[in-house]
Structures are given as structure tokens and as C-alpha cells.
Nanobody, 121 residues
């Protein structure tokens, strides 16, 4: 399995921006589509975004369309989630994940440990 480590979480004000990073290792990065999920306290884990190995296919949850951007750098084995116009409801633990095919409902092969994002006034 590929190993994934997220970074970049933190506390941000309403309307602010944050960029999450995910470093992959252990398997060829281009084997995998990369995904972001999130889990708010007391709620289930929900899909946020996915990107195919060649960045051709990208999917977003309706709740983040137009505000979040997923990207990847295959030369650096990195995936990113750029978040803008953040809202209190974006507060959650964000997880990087790897899957074998990009979709809005991916079958996850590996999970990262998560990074906390808190949006506050």
C-alpha cells in the first residue's frame, strides 16, 4: 500500500484560505487517483474531492465546488487541496486517500492519518 501523510491543517477565520498537502511514498504515485475526505465531529466521513493520476478527471462534492481545488504534482509525489472562502461547516479532520480510479465514490486503497481544519470567527 502507499503511505500518505497530510499536513497544512490549522485554525483559520471565516472566509480565509488554507492549503493542505499530502505526501505519498511506498508505491508509484501515478498508480493512484488521489482523494480528499473529511469528517466533522459526530458525523460520518464524507467525500470532498478526487483527481485521476494524470489530472484529467477531477470530482468535487457539491458543498465545496467553486471554493476548493484539488491538484497533484507527480514529480514530487504530492497531492494538494486548496481551500478558499472557508465556512464554519468546513471544520473537520481532513484525510488524504489513494484509490485505483478517480470518482465521486472511490474505493479507497490507503488512508492518511488526517489533519485538523478549524474555521472560526
Amino acid at each position: 500500500q502507499v503511505q500518505l501523510v497530510e499536513s497544512g491543517g490549522g485554525l483559520v477565520q471565516i472566509g480565509g484560505s488554507l492549503k493542505l498537502s499530502c505526501a505519498a511514498s511506498g508505491r508509484p504515485f501515478t498508480w493512484y487517483a488521489m482523494d480528499w475526505f473529511r469528517q466533522a465531529p459526530g458525523k460520518g466521513r464524507e467525500f470532498v474531492a478526487a483527481i485521476s493520476p494524470g489530472s484529467r478527471d477531477i470530482y468535487y462534492a457539491d458543498s465545496v465546488k467553486g471554493r476548493f481545488t484539488i491538484s497533484r504534482d507527480n514529480a514530487k509525489n504530492m497531492a494538494y487541496l486548496e481551500m478558499t472562502n472557508l465556512k464554519p461547516e468546513d471544520t473537520a479532520t481532513y484525510y488524504c486517500a489513494a484509490s485505483l480510479k478517480a470518482s465521486a465514490n472511490p474505493a479507497i486503497n490507503s488512508w492518511g492519518q488526517g489533519t485538523q481544519v478549524t474555521v472560526s470567527s
